[in-house]
DNA sequence: TTGTACGCGTTATCAC
DNA sequence: GTGATAACGCGTACAA
């Protein structure tokens, strides 16, 4: 079958005259040998040209080091930088990671669990919205969950309702006569998804300022052209019904928020005095955009660490001998920063316009 | 240590009174099995609750079906669709992908390959430009790197040559006098990178047909800001050098077209007569940008499916008793695609300018 | 069609 | 400090 058998502790230990034990220990309590073993070993290893086999240990001990990972897509900046920096965790707690890119339905999504499983994963961290969070919490291994329906797993959030508030609170501050939030989130009626909070962040500060404001919920579309036409509708909604007010706009998204501000360039020639912008997310067209948009932030290496660390902790206890189970499942709460860009700050502008 | 243990095919059988090697078959070659013996074991894994271990089958029969990837960045749209795409090939081939993303040291990056050879990966996926081909190639495992150095081991790269021709035929095709093509690799004489080809495509292309041109190379630092400057200087220079000449622009990225663009609108409030624009990479930004920009796409579904496929015939072959080695490595090509919007076709535009 | 016996490469347990 | 032996869960000659 294979060229070369592979080098296992068997030949180590025949080389220097040592039991496999002695190889094993080696490497995982190599205080408990003389120095001179060591080196003894450390030169056979060499000689023989070792290479380890995790799969072997994996079978022998049941560690895997293993994370499964279900994310939804990486199209979106978002998600495709939280799969980054989760991967990149790997240097602190060295963790391996299986990826799989859940496609929404229910059914391909359990496969793919099933699958994780299989391969004895220790844990799980969930980005994808599609299985609800009652039936993974069945399954028997720690689980988090991000900026999702967490209610019966651990998770990690963004704080949404602070991230809406202060994106209204900056357009107030620029004395905004109208706030109008556009969102595209289904119901406005679901508090289970976590963004929804971002739309009670808006309506709080709004009404606790007293200051006239709109909310649009309007699903987009998933197509640019779908979005650019959607909100090209808005646009001259608002500007016929607001003619004379300076309009502070909260759109949800930063990729929203492009398609406003180049409609309007398209339109004007230049940003409206009158048109002031805040997006969310941070996305890289926030800076790239013609005029950089002012946008609220997640902490997206925090979210990534502080999940990936809450799952190693029950990991952790779960090897213990008497483990410790969470009664209720913890909910982490990342604050998000708010930029202050061109769409609120003229003067940050080049002086071009 | 653990809480139940696991149901294994010893239970399986001394429930179904079989041995375990019929319930070994039953799995992968249940056609040897009568059909009501089939139900039996079926009920049972039911009545039982079993769950596969896939780690301990490797250790049996030494097939991981693990892939290793060892990736740049996620940053890069680029390189988060090329993920996605290797990660979706899990529905056409079923193998799983052990993801690490490099971070420019050999050093550490030869960890990451000693880590996903101590997981006896069958394969390894490289995009990463740190460690040379040749020492790749001395791994002893099927290895296909995409859009890198590749001379020692089997690629899939984009025909560069072909895009950047391409992209100097669309700026000729609309009566450009003079064509600029502003990159940023490094050494213009290092025909080792694939992406040198555009260079070489973009000068054959205006020496054919007798057009004035300029190759500006460039680096321009890692920050957006960095590119901004840099971008912005070039601009001047040609704007005083071609004053009176209809000008087009080959840039080696969306990205930086989009700034150029960017730089343009704001000076002049739309996009002159006398610019023309075409990118590369078919990024979301050429789509997001004010004015959307012409660029040559690569068919990133296409290089990642090839990849695998690649791959997986190199692994397969490797199963076989008398393995037939690659003499030479394979070397394939994915022809790009040219994609026309605002910046040189005009008449696409709203009609706003 | 089904069963026996052993191998895969490491770790854990208990001796010495 | 070191060693013998039995797991870990499954695949596979070989035999029946």
């Known amino acids: 079958m294979k060229q070369k058998k592979n080098v296992t502790f ?3 230990a025949n080389y220097t005259h040592f039991s496999k034990t002695t190889i094993s220990r080696y490497f995982n309590n190599p205080d408990s040998l003389t120095l001179e073993n060591q080196e003894i ?15 072997a240990r994996i079978l ?12 939804p897509n990486l199209f979106l900046h978002y998600y495709s930088e939280m799969l980054n920096q989760i991967l990149s965790t790997y240097e602190s707690f060295g963790y391996k990671f299986l990826v799989f890119i859940g496609n929404g339905q229910e059914e391909t999504e359990r496969r793919y669990i099933q699958e994780l499983l299989a391969y004895k ?3 799980l961290i969930i980005l994808s919205h599609t299985i609800p969070s009652k039936e993974l919490s069945e399954l028997g291994i720690p689980i988090v969950t991000i900026e999702r329906e967490d209610k019966y797993v651990c998770s990690v ?11 209204t609170g900056l357009l107030a501050e620029h004395n905004c006569e109208v706030i109008i939030h556009i969102n595209y989130i289904n119901s406005p009626a679901n508090p289970d998804v ?3 909070g971002r739309v009670q962040g808006f309506l709080d500060f709004c009404t606790e300022h007293q200051i006239k404001h709109e909310l649009i919920l309007k699903e987009m579309g998933n197509t640019y ?22 309009k502070g706009l909260f ?16 339109k004007y020639g230049k940003l409206p005095e009158d048109f002031l912008l805040v997006g969310f997310d941070n996305s890289p067209i926030s800076e790239e955009a013609v005029i950089p948009i002012s946008t609220v932030g997640q902490q997206i290496d925090k979210l990534s660490y502080e999940a990936v660390k809450l799952l190693v902790e029950q990991m952790n206890e779960r090897k213990k001998r008497k483990p410790m189970l969470l009664k209720e499942p913890i909910h982490k709460v990342i604050t998000p920063v708010l930029l202050r860009k061109e769409t609120t700050e003229k003067e940050l502008g080049t002086g071009f316009f």
């Open 121 to 123: 994963i220790e844990g």
């Open 41 to 55: 070993i450390a030169k056979a290893l060499v000689d023989l040209d070792y290479k380890e086999n995790k799969v």
């Open 225 to 246: 052209e779908s979005i650019r036409h959607h909100l090209s509708d808005i646009l001259d909604e608002i500007t016929g019904k607001y003619p004379n007010l300076k």
């Open 60 to 71: 022998a001990n049941g560690k895997t080091e293993f994370i499964g990972v279900i994310i």
């Open 157 to 167: 959030n963004t704080d949404n309702y602070m991230g809406g508030y202060q994106a």
């Open 194 to 196: 976590p963004a929804y």
């Open 251 to 266: 759109i949800s998204n930063d990729t929203q928020a492009n398609v406003l501000v180049n409609l309007l360039i398209r």
């Open 10 to 12: 068997n030949d180590i």
